[in-house]
């Protein structure tokens, strides 16, 4: 194997030289970075703290996912649920855990993920995932529900 091994790819692979040399220049941008104290921050985070404070604000209020292991099966179940076809029995899914971890947030994921904009010509929303969240004591609090 030839070639400077301080230059490799995450693969293991020889950088072009060039590309290493162009990525150690100094720039106008590099300068502020490092000026800043952000260079351990990934690059599209870097301009979010380097942005204005609205900026930054919108970016820390967003909705993130960070999937794990359980929670991507959990997900794969719900897909293979939504794609399965038509039919008189279709299976469903019951998704049961202590409270606090993470059930609704991880069906209002999926929701999101499968949400489908206003058809304007039928005048339709349409929802292909509908998620209905039951209390832990459910009663009945209807009045004509009683005798």
């Known amino acids: ?54 900026v930054r604000l919108q970016a820390i209020r967003a909705k993130r996912w960070i999937t794990h292991q359980p929670a991507a099966r959990v997900l794969a179940s719900l897909q293979e649920a939504l794609e399965q076809p038509a039919g008189d029995r279709m299976e469903n899914l019951l998704l049961i855990a202590e409270s606090g971890m993470g059930k609704t947030m991880l069906l209002r994921k999926f929701q999101r993920d499968h949400a489908r ?21 459910p009663s009945e609090r209807h009045s004509s529900c009683r005798s």
Do not use: C, K, W
């Open 1 to 54: 194997m030839t070639g400077d091994s301080r230059h490799r790819s995450p693969s293991g692979e020889p950088e072009p030289v060039a590309a290493a040399i162009e990525a150690s220049r100094p720039t106008a941008n590099n300068a502020v970075v490092a000026e800043a104290g952000l260079a351990h921050l990934h690059p599209g985070i870097r301009e979010v703290a380097l942005a204005d404070d609205a």
């Open 117 to 137: 904009a206003f058809d304007t010509t039928s005048g339709v929303q349409p929802y292909p995932v509908v998620l209905t969240l039951m209390p832990e004591d």
